[in-house]
């Protein structure tokens, strides 16, 4: 038996009719290139079966919770776990093209998963036969998993832990154990007694004022050090403008990506080595936000803010469960025309929006979740939610940037190579707008997910996002173009 950490239950606690807090991965594969030229769904469950087994034990673990939110909720061993229920085959409605595979994405993504079971689906989709650029014949796999399991790095532990690095299953991935250091995750706890719970909850109750009481003493002298940076203009407090994105969430979903090619993306880092990938990424979803507003009338003199989770574990961190981040907000300067001059003022932002986290401490959403009394929370936020009171305040970011770290290997799954994926992150009350930023082999993949009330249009973002890119690499061309010219003028 496992608690949930203060994070962790966060997103139980936020999850309310329309808003799911899981995360979702859709891949797709080509059996063809498989040494038996198929794949059977088969192959797939004891792959499943298999890895759950050896290396990923929480897949097997249900929620047990506290009466009355007294405690955090806890992990337990489900004893009638069965894999079936949790892998699935079904065919893509016909014809089998992209935009039927994401609508079947974002109704998929937009169900809530069932807490009496272990709080994980994967589904096995035939019938991909008439997609650009994807052969015939070819598969998809959408895994969900809920965010109080594991963050997107965890997951993508746990989607490579799935794969090979041949097609032979010669050469595997790297395997990761997702169980946490003293194998609590192994042992199998059917008998959960009540009174022992509450007990332990009266208990964790007591260290849990103490440490709010530290906290809040801890959190005057972090304010008075904020407010001095602010004034030494180190730090600055952003406006977050409200847009469409912005409001009461629906329980519609809407998906989809584009692919970019790590090539061009390597061609813009070298001419700003300063730069990561990251910042070329929202630069690309700042331009595409500005063009996408810009068409509907609704462009906010001030910048659009995107609030982006920051993974805090160490570098040599192998072993992970649940959650462990920390979030900041940064400007995208969607007031910026220019789309050169809006990278290179991104980028400032982003290293700003770095520095503030840093200042108010790499663990203080893990330490503020742990340290607030649950039943509290669990109230806040569906209160603040149903009551309409976050629609009277400006939001506190227009739409949420996650960087999922991919392979820079080719991988293959029952010896099909994984040609191509993309991420779904749930929808927080009032924002309504995901983005997904992934870098994987070949390729840098930037998918969103929206409220379908608030996004009508994915096929037109999705050109907005392109458009954006281009109009980076067309500016960069220009401009090195025009160097020797403008030396020359200066001579």
Known sequence: MEQLSGLDALFLHAEMHGMPMHLSLLSIYNPLLAPDKKVEFRQILDLFEKNIQLSVPLLRHKLVEVPFNLDQPYWIEDPNFDLVYHVRHIALPKPGNWQKLCSLAANLHAQPLNRGRPLWEAYVIDGLDHIENIPAGCFAILLKVHHSMMDGRTGMAVFNNLHTLASGDVYQVKKTNITNDDGRFFSHESDIRMPSLLVKAAVNNIY?????????????????????????????????????????????????????SLEKINLLKSSFPDHTVNDIALAIISGALRRYLISKNELPEDSLVAAVPINVRNADHEIYTG????????????????????????????????AYARTLGNNIVNETMDNLFVGMVAWGVKAAVQSGVLDKFPPANNTIVTNIPGSTDQLFLCGAPLIDSFGMGPLVPNTGLFHAISSSYGHVTISFTADRQKMDDPDFYVCCLQESFDELVDALKHETENQPTKRKAVH
Do not use: W
């Not at 462990?324 to 929006?353: F, Q, Y």
């Open 208 to 260: 849990r004022a103490g440490r709010l009481i530290r906290m809040m003493g801890h959190a005057v002298g972090l304010y008075g050090e904020v407010r001095q940076a602010m004034k030494d203009h180190e730090l600055k407090q952003l406006q977050k403008p409200k847009t469409r994105f912005n409001g009461q969430i629906s329980p519609r979903r809407v998906v989809d990506r584009i692919c970019l």
């Open 323 to 354: 959650n462990s981040l920390n979030i900041t907000n940064i400007s995208l300067r969607t007031d910026v025309a220019k789309p050169l001059d809006r990278l290179r003022r991104v980028h400032k932002e982003a290293l700003a929006g770095k």
